[in-house]
Each structure stands twice: as C-alpha cells, then as structure tokens.
C-alpha cells in the first residue's frame, strides 16, 4: 500500500437529501473514474437517498497511454491474475472504510458494482470483509482465483452477475463458473445473461441493477 491519495479524482452524484447508503462504483481496466459514474444517475430513481462513488483504480494502465487498472493483465494466466487481485485488494478495502467513516454507515448499507475488472475485485474483496456487505453486482467480470475461496470467506454478500453472450474481452462462461463456486460457498446468487450482448452493459442489465440494489439499500 502506497500513501497515494485513492480519492485524486474520485466522482461522486449526492443523494438531495444525507445519504443513508451508499455505492462503490470499481471500473475496468484502461477506464477512470468518468466512466462507471454514468451509471449512477440511470440507477439513482430507486435509490434517492444513496451516494454513488468511482474512485480512479490507483494505477496507471500498461496497456494503454492512458486510464487505470487495478492491476496488470499483461499476464493473464490464473495465478498472476490471483496475485494482482490480492495486492490491490487493500486498496478497496480502505476505500470501504473511508466511506464507512465519512457517511456513518455500516458495511450493510454499502454496495459495490464493478465493471470487468472492477467486478474481479468486488468479487474477490467482498466475501472477505468482516462482516457482508449490502450487495455486490458484477458486471462482465469474473471470479479470480475462485478455488481460493472457499479457505477465505468470511462473509456472504448477496451477488449478481450480469454479462453478455457475446464478450469478447471476458468469456461469457465466467459467469456460471463464478455462480457455481459462489453458491457452493454459501452465498445467494442472481444472475442476468443478456444474449448477443458484447462486453458492455445494455438498458436490462441497468434496470436489473438497480431493482437488485434497491430491494438491498432502498
């Protein structure tokens, strides 16, 4: 862990009101903090008292010229992808706890959504918080280093899994494994495949989103 400042260009979209829950946005690899915090307005008509937060992943892409990553894809075998959700695991942790500090709100009125492999680490970092977590969607993700779970788990968020048949960048069959090994270890899981769909997020998997992290928050 660095002393870098997580929140440097942070994005946030207020509740009118003091919010009484809020929603961790995790983007995906090459992107910002510009890019998931468009959700926040399609997803905030259920969810009038909740802050939506996309924080920049805390390095620079090098894959790109440009954007972010929670951590290298270069190598994408299983264990070096099972490393680099490990070592950027405490980064979203202490995001969690700054949240929890700043708005009074206890994990249950926390939800994370991740994008790709924002969704890898929300899928990895929840289920081995002390205590769960309102709910956790992942959209076109995957669950790293699944066989390690089982030995990790603390606790049991409910999840969706929303992904497209046809992603090119994340194999659609990341979906039923993540939901097998996550049912297998106790946790409820929702899932939403949306046919001919590409590594994106359509107007369903927006709605189903937000009707998940309603009955959870609202």
């Not at 190598?75 to 942790?93: I, K, L």
């Not at 960048?169 to 590409?198: D, H, K, N, Q, S």
Request: charged residues 15%; proline residues 8%.
């Amino acid at each position: 862990m660095t002393d870098t400042n997580l929140w440097d260009g942070a994005r946030r979209f207020q509740p009118a009101s003091k919010p009484t829950s809020a929603v961790l946005l995790l983007h995906g690899l090459g992107s910002n903090a510009d890019d998931l915090i468009e959700l926040a307005p399609l997803l905030a008509g259920q969810l009038l008292q909740t802050i939506f937060i996309s924080p920049n992943a805390p390095f620079a892409c090098d894959m790109a010229p440009f954007g972010r990553q929670w951590f290298s894809l270069i190598d994408r075998t299983p264990f070096n992808m099972w490393q680099g959700a490990c070592s950027a695991a405490p980064y979203v942790e202490r995001m969690i706890a700054d949240i929890r500090a700043e708005f009074e709100l206890p994990l249950s009125r926390i939800a994370l959504v991740g994008f790709s492999q924002g969704a890898m680490m929300s899928l990895h970092v929840a289920p081995r918080l002390q205590g769960p977590v309102a709910g956790v969607v992942g959209l076109s993700g995957a669950l790293v280093g699944g066989e390690h779970l089982p030995a990790d788990i603390t606790s049991r968020p409910p999840v969706l899994l929303v992904h497209g048949q046809m992603d090119p960048v994340v194999p659609y069959a990341a979906l039923p494994m993540a939901a097998a090994t996550l049912t297998t270890c106790g946790i409820a899981v929702e899932t939403e495949t949306r046919p001919f769909l590409g590594h994106n997020v359509d107007d369903e998997g927006i709605n189903r989103t937000a009707s998940f992290l309603a009955a959870r928050l609202a």
